[in-house]
């Protein structure tokens, strides 16, 4: 079964970048659509950003958008997340998870995905 692993979380000054990985173990990666979460303190999980399998259509949560981009490499089995100009309040363990349904929609619920990571914790300091 598809399994995944986040990595690239940290510590990070308010308005610097990271780049999350999330790395995919199985030969179906590039059939599923990615999806990143986040749960941020005393907070439910929360959509951050969504992508299609080829890669070409892609949703943001109104929080990140303009700020994240996330990008996929299906012959490397890897999905990104690059976070800009990041924000105290983008603390949080984010998650990148997969759906396999090729619903041709990107679902901006956790339940709408299948396989998740364990997650990598990101800390923004003011």
């Known amino acids: 079964q598809l399994q995944l692993a986040e990595s690239g979380g940290g510590l990070a000054q308010a308005g610097t970048s990271l780049t999350l990985s999330c790395a995919a173990s199985?030969?179906?990666?590039?059939?599923?659509?990615v999806g990143w979460f986040r749960r941020g303190p005393g907070k439910e999980r929360e959509f951050v950003a969504a992508l299609s399998w080829g890669g070409k259509n892609i949703r943001y949560a109104d929080a990140v958008k303009g700020r994240f981009t996330a990008s996929r490499d299906n012959l490397k089995n890897m999905a990104f997340l690059q976070m800009n100009n990041l924000k105290p309040e983008d603390t949080a363990i984010y998650y990148c998870?997969?759906?396999?349904?090729?619903?041709?929609?990107?679902?901006?619920?956790?339940?709408?995905?299948?396989?998740w990571g364990q997650g990598t914790q990101v800390t923004v300091s003011s």
């Open positions: 998870a997969t759906d396999s349904r090729r619903s041709g929609g990107l679902s901006t619920q956790p339940a709408g995905y299948q396989r």
């Open positions: 199985g030969p179906t990666f590039s059939y599923n659509a």
